[in-house]
């Protein structure tokens, strides 16, 4: 069992910047592929990145390339999610999830544990 608890989320406007965190407490963290996703208001949850039990695998989404970088620090059971030239379109509730597959996955159905999620608004 893991738990997930997201953090930073916030109001910013747009060209701004935020970093989310995700703080992982029970088994290795280590074991666990990260990953985040995000959903918008009357909008499936989408991902956004992932990242290896190790780090040394990452995947973006295309949207979210060259803005957005994950990372994760095992000493410290906490991925992270650092986001700049934020727009009005990445507001939505943003999730950690876990994953004891191998790899790096973008589907949900891939992920065994999340968190409760953190509201991220962007204002024009």
């Known amino acids: 069992q893991v738990q997930l608890v997201e953090s930073g989320g916030g109001s910013v406007q747009a060209g701004g910047s935020l970093r989310l965190s995700c703080a992982a407490s029970?088994?290795?963290?280590?074991?666990?592929?990260m990953g985040w996703f995000r959903q918008a208001a009357g909008k499936e949850r989408e991902f956004v990145a992932a990242?290896?039990?190790?780090?040394?695998?990452?995947r973006y989404a295309d949207s979210m390339k060259g803005r957005f970088t994950i990372s994760r620090d095992n000493a410290k059971s906490t991925v992270y999610l650092q986001m700049s030239s934020l727009k009005p379109e990445d507001t939505a509730v943003y999730y950690c999830?876990?994953?004891?597959?191998?790899?790096?996955?973008?589907?949900?159905?891939?992920?065994?544990?999340w968190g409760q999620g953190t509201q991220v608004t962007v204002s024009s």
């Open positions: 999830a876990a994953a004891s597959a191998v790899g790096v996955a973008t589907e949900t159905s891939r992920y065994d544990y």
């Open positions: 029970g088994r290795s963290f280590s074991s666990y592929a």
């Open positions: 990242v290896s039990r190790s780090g040394g695998r990452i």
